[in-house]
């Protein structure tokens, strides 16, 4: 991986997004430019938890609520997130309290726009993985709340498939799913392009080319190639498989 590629983080993928669902909603209007960019996430989402869930299906591991978080595909640097488990019952609840897309959303005056990332994310990568699995999102720093509050029924997260989930965490078959930012930030482009082109027309293109112009501006030009050249690519094949 490439110094630029290393220097990816949270911080790039919030960003992103926000710019981009910020010259939508400008270019082409409040009304459809927001739903066109919460169906671009809801998109997105489902396209990460189809992958987390082919992984976990190749590893011969059933599509419980256990092994959701067992797959989750990203992971934040030392202090960079808050979040607390409040509830280990059948329902188990998370709460956040610092989460570096806030952050970087209240650092560039973007929460309007990034908030609309916070309001299918979750249900719609979980939805992805197995439609049968249910999950509730009541509150978010994003929209003004003093903590993210999430709700997972049936995950059943008792001590010992707590402590069965850190191993699975820390070592595999989760932490081989862990994909990097680059990756990351370069799928959510690729969709996010792909949904607002798709139902904008020319409007969206407009909108794609001036988000990846201020990326540019803010990461640099070789960052922005690095998430521009993942247009196109597949990504429901798990990587480790394609290249192979």
């Known amino acids: 991986m490439?110094?630029?590629?290393?220097a990816f983080s949270a911080g790039h993928h919030a960003r992103l997004f926000?710019?981009?669902a910020r010259e939508a909603v400008t270019l082409a209007g409040e009304q459809e430019g927001q739903a066109t960019v919460r169906r671009a996430v809801r998109r997105y989402g489902q396209e990460r938890g189809q992958r987390m869930a082919a992984r976990c299906r190749a590893n011969g591991h059933p599509l419980n609520m256990v092994h959701f978080f067992a797959y989750g595909e990203w992971q934040?640097?030392?202090?960079q997130m808050s979040t607390k488990m409040s509830r280990q019952s059948?329902?188990?609840q998370f709460l956040t309290y610092e989460c570096p897309w806030n952050r970087a959303w209240q650092t560039n005056g973007l929460l309007p726009y990034g908030r609309l990332y916070?309001?299918?994310i979750d249900e719609a990568v979980l939805a992805g993985f197995n439609p049968d699995l249910s999950m509730e999102v009541s509150s978010t720093l994003s929209a003004g709340g003093s903590r993210c509050e999430f709700v997972f029924y049936g995950a059943n997260l008792n001590l010992?498939?707590?402590?069965v989930l850190l191993y699975w965490r820390s070592f595999r078959p989760g932490k081989r799913g862990v994909m990097p930012w680059p990756y990351h930030t370069g799928h959510l482009y690729s969709t996010m392009?792909?949904?607002l082109v798709e139902e904008l027309g020319p409007v969206g293109r407009r909108a794609?080319?001036?988000?990846i112009a201020e990326f540019a501006g803010w990461y640099g030009d070789a960052a922005a190639r690095t998430v521009k050249a993942y247009r196109g690519t597949d990504f429901g094949v798990l990587p480790e498989v394609a290249s192979t």
Not at 76 to 79: K, L, N, R
């Open 2 to 6: 490439s110094e630029i590629e290393s």
């Open 18 to 20: 926000a710019w981009l």
């Open 76 to 79: 934040v640097g030392p202090g």
């Open 90 to 92: 059948a329902n188990a």
């Open 118 to 120: 916070c309001l299918d």
């Open 160 to 163: 010992g498939n707590l402590l």
């Open 193 to 195: 392009a792909d949904v």
């Open 208 to 211: 794609v080319a001036s988000a």
